[in-house]
């Protein structure tokens, strides 16, 4: 990817992710095979973008091309094969991927010391990160539990991705409109344990800016 360097690798993958979002949006207007092939094409390009742009390390290069391979192979289970249990081996492998990046990028955002445009960039994408992971939470929650929720009917999970993505930063931002809304106790404390991770997290990006502004103030 031309240009990307340590200035403005954040600005990159998040807009991927944005990407990523909105195309989740556009899969319910589209026949239900090209929206899927293109949900999954979508996924697989973040974390192109991913290894491409956020560069930490051998450790974490190999990390990303590991999550690329799994999500190659579940993905082709999932569509050519009948096995039952493809569904949560994808959504465990985006799991995995989700939750890699958000600490990977969190350790290089959060109390780095230094404050750009960049670096709120990066905190976006932990946020938008966050949701993900717990939108991924929820369909694995479909997967074993279809009563699952009110509002949000059990479906191939790349069909239901838009469904669980809007529930999840409902939540997290406590907007709670109610058209969704989780009908078993272990959704429920899903969601909750959103609400909480979510604000805590804004109040570390709050504490992470105001010391770097600090450090800089003060030497």
Known sequence: M??????????????????????????DT???GEGRLLLRLIILATEVVAFISLDFGTRWRRFIGLMVLL?????????????????????????VFFLGIAYGVSR?????????????IGALAVYLLIGLIWATLYLLALEFFPAAFNGMEP????????NAAYFSFVTMTSLGYGDISPALPITRALAYLQAIVGA??????V??????????VHP
């Open 155 to 162: 479906e191939i999970w790349s069909d239901n991705f838009s």
């Open 207 to 216: 504490a992470s800016l105001i010391g770097a502004r600090t450090t800089r």
């Open 2 to 27: 031309v240009g990307v360097n340590e200035k403005n690798n954040f600005i990159y993958f998040t807009a991927a992710l944005v990407l990523l979002l909105l195309t989740s949006a556009l899969v």
């Open 30 to 32: 589209m026949p239900a």
């Open 71 to 95: 999500i190659i192979a579940a993905s082709s289970l999932d569509e050519l094969t009948s096995v039952t249990w493809a569904p949560t081996f994808g959504l465990l492998s985006l799991l």
């Open 108 to 120: 290089r955002v959060l109390f780095s010391g230094t404050v750009d445009f960049n670096t709120i």
């Open 200 to 205: 805590f997290y804004m109040a570390i990006v």
